[in-house]
């Protein structure tokens, strides 16, 4: 057993790198422990470093097996990506970096002090290096760039001239402007790479500290407790079981795996703990539960080759419109993106997309330790669009999506529109490898030749072929497109809820610190009390730094402070 160590990070993640850098800058010792793999930040690999997010393809960089029920019209489950790397779902997903509209964290300062949107604005600022707006502040360690709007490849500049003709405004800064409108999507990323959690705050430098330790392919199986306190965790370590112990332990991995962990050290609902013959340390019915996350449905297109995105545009994800349904109420609730490239081979430079997703969900969904052979596995149960107000929300969104592609000046843009969603047979080609890369080349030229030929080889190749004009107007084609092709994105929140501690539907408190439990704490997407209206990964950095800042007492600045503060605790 390990004791030379303060404060141990359960996941080096996206939140996970941001806490250990913080505390080692107020001079902890400090373990970072990762299931998957270590990547040197100054020298990533090629598809880690890209603009296009081609490491959210490499399976190597994932839990392998797991899979979620996140069909609306089917029990069956479908894998589903959490990333398993250093750097987490920051080195693997689009980069899109919105910040949440004001009304989201306003809404959690309700019930929970220090959370409200000025403050968390303030940690936002801290974190960013924002093109758009240099100059008003010492900038973070963030760079967030956006694409401008005279380099708009055609098929996105079509629909943001289409939006504007349905009587939507132009948004320069979506992270500035709270409002509907179309606009350019910030990023994380510089002009040349991606901008991760463990680019941005565990450099050389952090990483030659001798107080940072970093261990990689070691899974965490459980916490170790002297009676109500946490001091340590039990890991596989390189295939050996292996035990540490500290003063602090900060759980970061993640809304899937931090419940389940956890659930497997007998923290959660004492019921199903009992059942699974797991002593119970703390019962708290929470955990697991309150399950977010952000569904998705859209559409696909065959672009001429005039409407292709230009190989100099790097980047995926640039331009969205942000849309109120006035359901309900529903302010911002739905993001409407089109894609000018689909993926990143041959054969989705030459498909754009357009999706629509409801980023205020209602429906809430589960993470719960099950029995399974030789163990325990992971349940995962998102419920998407069994709250009927979701269900009208997306039908507003969907419908306003398909009313845009067939705007005649979009129509210019595009050839026949097909059904997107994301079967095996998609998965299959998207993996990456000169096989695939040779593949999808081969397809895109047969699609692009005559219209004739390119219909035929849709009807082979799906089920409902090419869609005409008419079709796409059919109100019950679009209810039941949108009902069997929502699938979830990977913004996964809220299973161990900030709350007040007499509050059954809490899990930790304002500052983290899981109830009824001494030195652990949660700093990651799943202490979200609701999902933010935005893209997750800079809201959970924000969320990191704001733990940070509430377990160390005081705001500290990068770089390392010269005479930094012992760990408190």
């Not at 603009?51 to 899979?67: H, K, M, Q, T």
């Not at 250093?86 to 910040?99: D, E, I, N």
């Not at 408190?509 to 999902?531: C, E, Q, Y």
């Amino acid at each position: 057993m390990s004791s030379d160590i303060d404060v141990i990070v359960v996941g080096a993640g996206t939140s996970g790198c941001i806490i250990a850098r913080r505390f080692l800058n107020a001079g902890a010792r400090v373990l970072l422990i990762e299931a998957g793999q270590d990547v040197d930040p100054q020298h990533l690999p090629a598809d880690m470093s890209d603009i296009y997010p081609r490491s959210y393809y490499n399976p190597a960089y994932a839990w392998p097996g797991l899979v979620a029920h996140q069909q609306v019209v089917s029990d069956a489950p479908s894998p589903f990506i959490q990333a398993r790397v250093l750097g987490g779902g920051s080195s693997l997903m689009g980069m899109v970096a919105l910040r949440g509209l004001s009304a989201d964290y306003d809404e959690w300062a309700q019930r929970l002090p220090d959370w409200s949107s000025d403050q968390v604005n303030r940690t936002f600022t801290q974190l960013e290096d924002d093109d758009a707006r240099s100059g008003t502040g010492p900038p973070g360690p963030v760079s967030i760039r956006r694409l401008d709007r005279s380099s708009w490849p055609p098929f996105i500049a079509a629909v943001g001239d289409a939006a504007a003709r349905a009587g939507f405004t132009h948004i320069p800064d979506l992270n500035a402007d709270d409002g509907d409108g179309f606009g350019p999507l910030p990023l994380s990323r510089t002009s040349t790479r991606r901008v991760s959690s463990a680019t941005a705050f565990l450099p050389a430098t952090a990483r030659a500290n001798d107080r940072l330790r970093i261990v990689p392919d070691s899974e965490v199986r459980r916490l170790l407790f002297s009676g109500s306190r946490c001091v340590g965790v039990a890991a596989v370590t390189a295939g050996r079981a292996v035990t540490y112990s500290a003063d602090h332990v900060v759980l970061c991995a993640g809304a899937v795996f931090t419940p389940l962990l956890l659930q497997r050290s007998g923290i959660g609902d004492p019921d199903l703990l009992r059942g699974l013959g797991i002593d119970v340390v703390a019962p708290l019915r929470a955990v697991g539960e309150n399950l977010q996350n952000h569904p998705v449905a859209g559409v696909a297109a065959h672009l001429p080759r005039s409407a292709r995105q230009p190989a100099s545009i790097r980047q995926g994800f640039i331009a969205a419109l942000r849309v109120s349904s006035g359901i309900d109420a529903g302010v911002g609730d739905l993001l409407v993106i089109p894609l000018n490239k689909s993926s990143w081979h041959g054969l989705g430079v030459a498909t754009a997309g357009m999706g629509v997703t409801l980023m205020a969900p209602r429906s809430r969904g589960s993470v719960r330790l099950v029995a399974g052979q030789g163990g325990y596995r992971p349940s995962v149960s998102f419920n998407f669009l069994s709250d009927p107000v979701d269900r009208q929300r997306m039908q507003h969104g969907f419908d306003l999506a398909i009313d845009l592609l067939r705007d005649p000046e979009v129509r210019k843009n595009r050839h026949e529109v097909f059904p997107a969603s994301y079967t095996k047979t998609v998965r299959t080609l998207n993996a990456p490898g000169l096989r695939n890369a040779v593949l999808t080349r081969a397809i895109a030229a047969l699609l692009s030749g005559p219209g004739i030929g390119r219909r035929a080889m849709l009807r082979i190749g799906m089920s409902t072929g090419s869609l005409s004009e008419q079709r796409l107007a059919q109100q019950q084609w679009r209810q039941d497109t949108l009902l069997g092709g929502t699938f979830g994105t990977y913004h996964v929140a809220g299973t161990c809820a900030m709350g007040p501690p007499d509050d059954d539907t809490s899990v930790v408190d304002h500052r983290g610190d899981v109830i009824g439990i001494n030195g652990l704490t949660v700093a990651d997407a799943s202490i979200m009390p609701t999902i933010p209206r935005a893209n997750t990964n800079l809201p959970v950095q924000m969320v990191a730094m704001r733990i940070a800042d509430l377990q160390l007492h005081e705001a500290q600045r990068f770089p390392e402070q010269p005479g930094a503060a012992p760990h408190p605790r």
